[in-house]
């Protein structure tokens, strides 16, 4: 029996009416034949991106999407911030219906979801300073009343991402700034609208391993302190582990488990949670552990395997698992806990 969706927000800490809600998402890209396709007319094909995702993020929560390159995290992120149409699905956010929206509706909507993306050196401008950067929404959404007002917004949301003080980096330029600083000005210019969801693709990755917490860190005391909703888009367990209240592991475009932080790392349900948590080196370096590693390479998303998709890389696949394509249903601690998997 399928897990009723309220049910399971319930038992996982969040009320009924989560700050953003995604059922039934699909996001397909489709492929372009060429000249010769077209003269003998081949059949259209199309990349599903994200198949059928059901996702949530509560106020105050930071939920980790976890997954491999090129398994739909950010496709998904996206979606959720309508920068790409679903084609199929329903999007709430503080319980309206935003799935269609647009022009002036859509515009007011930006003001309240930002995003974080992974690469700071490509995700500010080389030709403005950091005061630009920052201004830019502001001056966008007409969100400052006067001059002064601008300036103190600007300076508010420098030192709430950590530069203190905010006069010494509002002249500089992202060539005169470190990764972590980058970093650090993207996410002010995120904040600075004062947005109740932020997607925070990737926002380590590019780090050095001695910034990394510090910029995590942040993360979680910005939703810790207010209504602020987080979901971090992420390939390190680990780091999820650490820092997420809610896990969601994602594989070819589908959750395959998603669950509290510590239930999915403590009990893992589905055989591929359990091989990315055998990649994760162990805190003891005297520990041994068997790493699990999946065999080949991830299936074409244009020609998806029948039955469950991960059965071709699967060490304990079966033969009914090249015809049943499960859903997401409880496991482990109950509720709290779903895995889609015939074996749980």
Known sequence: MKADPA???SAAGVSDEPLVEARGLVVTYPLRRGLVGALRRRPRRSVRAVDGVDIFVGRGEMVALVGESGCGKTTT????????????????FMGEDVTHLGGRDLRRLRRRMQMIYQDPYESLDPRFTVQA??????????????????????TNALERAGLVPASMYLHRRPHELSGGQRQRVAIAASLVLRPDLLVADEPVSMLDVSVRAGVLALLDD????GDLGILMITHDLSTAAHFADRIAVM?????????AARDVVRDPQHPYTKALLSAVPPRD???RRVIQALKGETPDPVNVPSGCRFHPRCP??????????????PAGTGLRHRAACILV
Request: net charge positive; glycine share 8%.
């Open 285 to 287: 370096p005297r520990e």
């Open 77 to 92: 992120g996206q979606a959720l911030l309508r920068l790409v149409d679903p084609q199929a699905g329903t999007i709430h």
């Open 133 to 154: 950067t920052v201004e830019e929404p502001l001056r966008i959404h007409r969100a400052a009343r006067d001059r002064r007002d601008l300036q103190q917004q600007v």
């Open 251 to 259: 594989y070819l475009g589908r959750i395959v488990e998603e669950g």
């Open 222 to 225: 910005l939703r810790t302190g």
């Open 316 to 329: 304990v696949a079966r033969a009914a698992c090249r015809e049943v394509d499960p859903e997401l249903r």
């Open 7 to 9: 049910a399971f927000r």
